[in-house]
């Protein structure tokens, strides 16, 4: 372990990340894996960036609201991502004391606007199904721009406490982090002093960013699905019900791990290192990689857009 000593106290210069628990054989094969994944969640959050950008016609709100989503997840997997791969490809587990920091800042920022962005999505949908010829006014591009700013902003805000209390107490050792990243309860425990003022106020900001946002999401799809079973036409309430299903998909991926994981720290139920880091794992990278997939094939926009842009590229390669 590297300290650095002053005149003051003894801290520690780096922590080290444990990982998967148990797991010794094949480090390359997990790196790998990790790479395989990252390089497809780039390409996938991309294509749909570009998608959306280039069709005239996917120009609204909802996409609007995709292409922000988009780049959080981009944000979210390259937080993560190139540290799992470092530590498995090349057995280099260390992360340096004010490195660990950024990226825990780095990483609650983005889960945050992953989870209000997610919120934004539900208020379009139930203003779109539940008040339809007061969507167009409403919903606005202008104005769904302004609520994805406003998920920017608060999400930014929301992990400054948490993160900048870690960060001044005193860590004297241990410093091996039970996990692949410097996620905020794992680094705060390891503090030489007492930490429940710190626990208290991590509570505080997920009941804000995680719970209310889910409890919010919940409602107004309730009411969704009580305003689209009354609907006459069944051609409108099936697709309404598509529509709605999609961004469910991508809602209970984002939502049930991290809900589970976070119920499961509160109750002091007891979960093996090796589940709540894989846990901890699938509920940071699974959401990026699977979202531009569900998009993709569930959306028919999306999807005649990336129709088109194969056959474009296609025709070209062949000329």
Not at 24 to 34: D, E, N, S, Y
Not at 177 to 182: D, E, K, P, T
Not at 305 to 310: A, V
């Amino acid at each position: 372990m590297q300290i650095v000593s002053d005149s003051n106290h003894t801290s520690v210069a780096e922590f080290i990340f444990l990982g998967f628990p148990g797991v010794r054989q094949a480090p390359q094969l997990i790196g790998v894996t990790f790479l395989i994944i990252y390089l497809l969640t780039l390409l996938g959050n991309l294509f749909i960036l570009y998608v959306i950008k280039k069709e005239e016609k996917l120009q609204t709100p909802m996409y609007i609201i995709i292409c922000n989503l988009a780049l959080s997840d981009l944000i979210y997997s390259t937080v993560i991502s190139p540290k799992l791969i470092q530590s498995y490809l090349l057995d280099l587990n260390a992360i340096q004391f004010h490195v660990c920091f950024i990226q825990m800042y780095f990483l609650h920022f983005a889960g945050s606007v992953d989870s209000f962005m997610m919120l934004v999505m539900a208020i379009d949908r139930y203003v779109s199904i539940c008040f339809p010829l007061r969507y167009p006014a409403l919903i606005t591009n202008k104005n769904a721009q302004i609520l994805c700013t406003v998920a920017w902003i608060l999400a930014a805000i929301s992990p400054l406490p948490a993160v900048s209390f870690s960060a001044i107490l005193p860590y004297c050792g241990p410093n091996k982090i039970n996990h692949l990243y410097c996620e905020h309860g794992n680094v705060a425990r390891l503090a030489c002093t007492d930490t429940t003022f710190n626990r208290f106020l991590s509570v505080i900001i997920a009941c804000l960013v995680l719970i209310v946002p889910f409890l919010i999401i919940l409602l107004s799809y309730l009411n969704i699905i009580i305003t689209v079973l009354k609907i006459a036409s069944s051609e409108s309430r099936k697709k309404a019900f598509y529509t709605c299903s999609t961004q469910l998909i991508v809602i209970s991926i984002f939502f049930i791990p991290r809900l589970f994981v976070y119920i499961a720290l509160v109750i002091g139920f007891y979960m093996p290192d090796v589940a709540r880091v894989s846990l901890g794992v699938i509920y940071c990278l699974l959401p990026p990689l699977a979202n531009p997939v569900i998009y993709s094939f569930r959306t028919k926009e999306i999807k005649q857009g990336m129709i088109s842009f194969l056959s474009l590229y296609t025709y070209s390669t062949t000329l």
